[in-house]
């Protein structure tokens, strides 16, 4: 089975700080994802990347940033968390093509 | 832009009773429509997907959905609900054109009395 690991399960971080997500997939994926979790909103799309060095905005890309340096691993940074981005964040994989994802555990980010 | 809407945001059913969850998506074009399920605590996981051929799709934990074109539609259905399909149902949607990124719904949650 494709496993995405997120990190960390539960974050606290001040308003202001620098704040980095990791997540790690361990089956060559080519494109993995970025959403954030909030209810009844569902999961929206914050950033993806289809390959090494390659990123794109999603829906949702104001106050966030993205690294991916190696093609497992795909990094969401909050440049200077705000209280409104507290939520849970979750990271997902996938091969090319219309193939359903497989997600982490997610990381419930909380900015005070 | 691609959306998909859930009509209900909480459903409570007692054990045995039948389930049904409405899915509709806004889009003309070809579609790959996908149903997740997230139990309390737990990650994501694909229930059933659906991408070509039957539009009566069987997934995990005796689910099923049937993806009906003139409606835009792909409901989640199971005969008998169990305690433990306790959780959030997400629908989700795919297309070419939006290079194949994940719509999702706002999600349902389900809560199954014992």
């Known amino acids: 089975d494709v496993k995405v690991t997120q990190s960390s399960r539960y974050l606290v971080k001040r308003t202001g700080e620098k704040v980095f997500l990791e997540c790690v997939q361990d089956m060559d994926h080519e494109n993995m994802f970025w959403y954030r979790q909030d209810p009844g909103l569902g999961l929206r799309l914050i950033y993806f990347?289809?390959?090494?060095?390659?990123?794109e905005k999603g829906d949702i890309p104001e106050g966030y940033s993205v690294s991916r340096e190696k093609k497992e691993r795909f990094s969401l940074i909050l440049e200077s968390a705000s209280t409104n981005q507290t939520s849970m964040y979750l990271c997902a994989s996938t091969l090319r093509g219309p193939n359903g994802y497989t997600f982490g555990s997610g990381t419930r980010l909380t900015v005070v | 832009a691609q959306s998909v809407s859930q009509h209900n945001h909480h459903v409570i059913l007692s054990e045995a009773a039948s389930l049904e969850l409405g899915c509709n998506y806004s889009?003309?074009?070809?579609?790959?429509l996908f149903w997740y399920v997230q139990y309390p605590g737990q990650h994501l996981q694909l229930l059933l997907k659906y991408f070509s051929g039957d539009p009566l799709v069987k997934g995990i934990k005796g689910f099923e959905a049937e993806f009906i074109k003139s409606k835009f539609s792909f409901n989640l259905r199971k005969p008998s609900v169990q305690w433990s399909d306790t959780a959030e149902y997400f629908c989700a949607v795919t297309t070419m054109e939006y290079g194949n990124k994940l719509v999702f719904g706002a999600g349902t949650i389900l809560r199954v009395k014992s």
């Open positions: 990347s289809y390959d090494v060095k390659m990123k």
């Open positions: 889009y003309g074009g070809t579609v790959n």
